[in-house]
């Protein structure tokens, strides 16, 4: 393995906020229908819920891999069925590190990376710290610009 490689997994910041919102509307939801007297169904259900989707939300997280090497790049992901995408760092075209609204607040970002004859991108690391985040791209930055080096001093007739 290179010298350079890092791993990497998806953050929980999202699933947490979800969970804490549907525990508040949970809460709320039982105390308005207390004076319906349905006892304690309801939220021993929505606790149960919650758990199954924190539960849920760990297992997606724990089944996730994202590689960042001085080779290639790799996401893996799948509980069941795997799906890993992968590519070498010399076939990457473009990169970028991307921020939805509720990823900027949450300070989390995806960075999607394009390669070679591809419709849009093909590896996309979703959902990952904003420092992680920016790690991968001067990763990317520093790797494609020291293959363009190697291309111009090739292409000049030098050796490497």
């Given at each position: 393995m290179s010298k350079n490689t890092f791993r990497f997994k998806p953050s929980l910041r999202r699933a947490y906020l979800f969970g804490i919102l549907f525990l508040i509307a949970a809460v709320n939801g039982f105390y308005r229908l207390q004076e319906f007297d349905l006892g304690y169904n309801i939220p021993v259900a929505s606790v149960g819920l919650?758990?199954?989707?924190?539960?849920?939300?760990?297992?997606?997280?724990?089944?996730?891999?994202y590689t960042v090497s001085d080779e290639f790049v790799e996401a893996r992901s799948g509980i069941l069925a795997?799906?890993?995408?992968?590519a070498a760092i010399s076939r990457i075209t473009d990169f970028?590190?991307?921020?939805?609204l509720l990823q900027r607040i949450l300070g989390l970002a995806s960075v999607e990376m394009s390669t070679a004859g591809g419709d849009g991108p093909e590896i996309i690391f979703h959902d990952i710290s904003r420092g992680v985040a920016k790690k991968v791209v001067s990763t990317l930055t520093e790797l494609t610009a020291q293959l363009d080096a190697r291309e111009r001093a090739v292409g000049n007739g030098n050796p490497r």
């Open positions: 919650l758990v199954v989707f924190l539960l849920y939300a760990h297992l997606v997280r724990l089944c996730t891999a795997r799906k890993g995408n992968r970028a590190a991307n921020q939805s």
